[in-house]
């Protein structure tokens, strides 16, 4: 599967349709990022492009949209301001977590690194903020039209011309660029940051950089941008970017955030199991086994988690399927059978009590494990029929049948309800 681009929509703060494109990569994404472009651009600016491009070859999925009234999205453009468009970035950020998966990192360019500094703390999912060319104060935006000032001021509104196109400013929109305090945000926002800026940014001055990095708490990290222009027109440039932000994200986004680099630092001492929950998702966990191996649990998609691994009774067929296997090699080494490989498949599901004539069961319904076990090489069928019978007999299946009626003695004592359910580990179900 090649790396794709979807056209997409999804209801913005206001009400409006906002447009949007999802930029995938070949196979599933190791994460997915939101990118907001800069004030007065578009979704489809070379540098929202080309760096999700870039991204793309890194694993890294990327949601780049229009903000109300600009590009292809509805609404009217001067009706919006800078609040508006966090609440845009938001609602981009439920689309892909509702339909998707959450964002594990925000990019701003421009007066989007604003909005997503300001906004980062309404996405938790989000481990990782990046900003190219922000300014620490979204009012630093004014300085465009700033001729227009009086009339805006005096009318209520006016047309300026931004990038060769006019645009109607209202006085709502300064009131609202004015009332940021977004070095408060930046303060407390804990989570990583990365800053990007060109010092011959004519644009947006390096001293913006300089505001944003002193104002956020560790860990941060800044990159220059040396000769680049503020939009980031050269191709090469973009690609740094790009390649820069795959790097840096794989210490934070890739490897599941926080709570999965914490749950990865969990060791269990030999003999012991542990399981950690990784945060990514509402079932996923890291386990742990001894001090050499580890994998991951999770449920699959439909019921809620996000298939990182199988889930638990998954596990305990694994388990059960690896120690018959492990038994009946052993027994047909000792028989000398010649045993070339055995296999064994399995297959959990609950039954209603009334198809078991013997079950003990509060619920009416009763766990089953059905058992197929497959014997290669050239034995008879008397051979056959031992190594299968030696199979109920291994370890983990006695394991099971002994805590069957561990539970039920608890359950008859009143203590913790653990039940495993009649005729768990009966032959006939194993």
Not at 164 to 184: A, H, T
Not at 316 to 329: N, Y
Not at 421 to 427: E, M, Q, S, V
């Amino acid at each position: 599967m090649a790396p794709k681009s979807e056209k997409i929509t999804f209801t913005g703060a206001d009400g409006d349709q906002l447009a949007a494109r999802l930029d995938l990569p070949e196979g599933k994404p190791r994460a997915y990022a939101l990118w907001v472009h800069c004030f007065s651009c578009t979704k489809d600016i070379f540098a929202a492009s080309r760096v999700a491009s870039g991204l793309t070859t890194h694993g890294i999925a990327v949601l780049r949209f229009d903000f109300t009234g600009l590009g292809a999205s509805e609404g009217d453009f001067a009706n919006t301001n800078f609040s508006s468009n966090v609440g845009d970035l938001v609602a981009a950020a439920d689309h892909l977590r509702e339909n998707f998966e959450a964002p594990k990192m925000l990019i701003g360019h421009s007066l989007g690194g604003a909005a997503v500094l300001a906004g980062a703390g309404r996405v938790p999912e989000a481990e990782a903020v990046c900003t190219i060319g922000a300014p620490a104060d979204p009012a630093y935006v004014a300085r465009h039209f700033q001729e227009s000032r009086a009339e805006i001021e005096e009318k209520g509104e006016a047309e300026v011309l931004l990038v060769g196109r006019p645009f109607r400013i209202k006085k709502q929109f300064l009131e609202d660029l004015e009332s940021q305090k977004l070095e408060q945000d930046i303060a407390a926002m804990k989570k990583a940051l990365l800053v990007f800026h060109s010092p011959a940014d004519a644009i947006v001055g390096i001293e913006n950089a300089a505001r944003i990095f002193q104002a956020a708490k560790h860990p941060k990290s800044f990159v220059s941008l040396d000769d680049a222009d503020h939009l980031l027109s050269r191709k090469e440039d973009a690609a740094y970017v790009a390649d820069v932000i795959a790097a840096w994200a794989a210490r934070y986004i890739c490897s599941g955030g926080a709570a999965e680099r914490a749950a990865s630092a969990v060791t269990a001492q030999p003999g012991t199991v542990v399981v950690a929950e990784t945060g990514q998702g509402k079932f996923a966990n890291r386990v742990s086994v001894g001090v050499r191996h580890s994998l991951f649990a999770d449920e699959p998609a439909e019921v809620g988690g996000t298939d990182t691994g199988p889930t638990p009774y998954d596990l305990v067929l694994a388990g059960l399927g690896a120690c018959k296997t492990m038994t009946m090699r052993l027994y047909a080494e000792r028989k000398g059978f010649p045993l070339e490989r055995a296999q064994v498949t399995l297959r959990h599901d609950k039954i209603h009590a009334e198809d078991c004539a013997e079950c003990e069961t509060e619920d009416g319904r009763i766990d089953r494990i059905e058992t197929e076990i497959e014997l290669i090489g050239d034995m008879d069928a008397d051979m056959r029929q031992k190594i299968a019978a030696i199979a109920e007999k291994c370890p983990v299946h006695r394991t099971l049948q002994a805590g069957d009626k561990l539970a039920r003695r608890q359950a008859r004592r009143n203590l913790e309800r653990l039940h495993w359910g009649a005729d768990w580990a009966r032959p006939e179900f194993l």
